[in-house]
């Protein structure tokens, strides 16, 4: 199956600084990235689409400021968490769209985000 | 928003028993998606079904999609410890390019 790397997985930050975290298609090319947030035990939350060349389309109640996307590869779409507070603290995870008849997607292995 | 809603969401089994869980929703989904979630790791998928009505099965597991492609199911025969994991499943929009999780199962088997 197609692998997806996510870069780094596990990161602390004071509060206030800006965090990015890389998502990486590493053997197919994605038009589309999605990035995701999971609290404990819980479900994934999608926050935002990431479509490769044009401005990501976020989910309601999503900041696009504070969370910034950026998609410049075929290969490669990062997640910008600006002025990180301990309340972004979650585990985040992006996937990629295999372009196929099923448009499976597959998911990056998550990266845990800890504010302090 | 959750447009997918699994049951039950919590469910503590012993070794040997057989399970089902479901997924339910008003909307219609032109694929759904079984994945299986480790702690700290990302889901892993583990079927897709397309069809209304369309049944696979890989190994003891068997997934259903329904009828009118709204809801589904996946039932486990003889628990394992192994099969310990959030289940998740997730629906595709009709233009296929976007996906919502349901609300996740989480199963623990007991040895």
């Given at each position: 199956g197609a692998v997806v790397s996510q870069h780094p997985s596990r990161v602390i930050c004071k509060s206030g600084t800006s965090v990015k975290i890389e998502c990486r298609s590493l053997d197919f090319q994605a038009t589309t990235m999605f990035w995701y947030r999971q609290f404990p035990k819980k479900s994934l939350m999608l926050m935002a689409t990431s479509n490769e060349g044009s401005k990501a389309t976020y989910e309601q109640g999503v900041e696009k400021d504070k969370f910034l996307i950026n998609?410049?590869?075929?290969t490669l779409s990062t997640l910008t968490v600006t002025?990180?507070?301990?309340?972004?603290?979650s585990f985040y995870i992006c996937s990629a769209n295999s372009v196929s008849s099923y448009n499976e997607q597959f998911f990056g292995p998550g990266t845990r985000l800890t504010v302090l | 928003t959750q447009l997918l809603e699994q049951s039950p969401q919590f469910l503590s089994i012993q070794e040997g028993e057989n399970l089902t869980v479901y997924c339910n929703s008003s909307s219609v989904f032109s694929s759904l998606q079984w994945y299986r979630q480790e702690p700290g790791e990302g889901p892993v998928l583990l079927v897709t079904v397309v069809t209304g009505g369309e049944v696979k099965k890989l190994k003891r597991l068997t997934f259903q999609f329904g009828d009118a492609r709204k809801d589904s199911s996946l039932h486990i025969t003889a628990a394992q410890p192994g099969d310990t994991g959030l289940y998740l499943c997730a629906g595709a929009t009709n233009t296929g390019n976007q996906f919502y999780f349901g609300t996740g199962t989480s199963l623990t088997v007991i040895p």
């Open positions: 998609h410049a590869s075929l002025s990180a507070h301990p309340e972004d603290s | -």
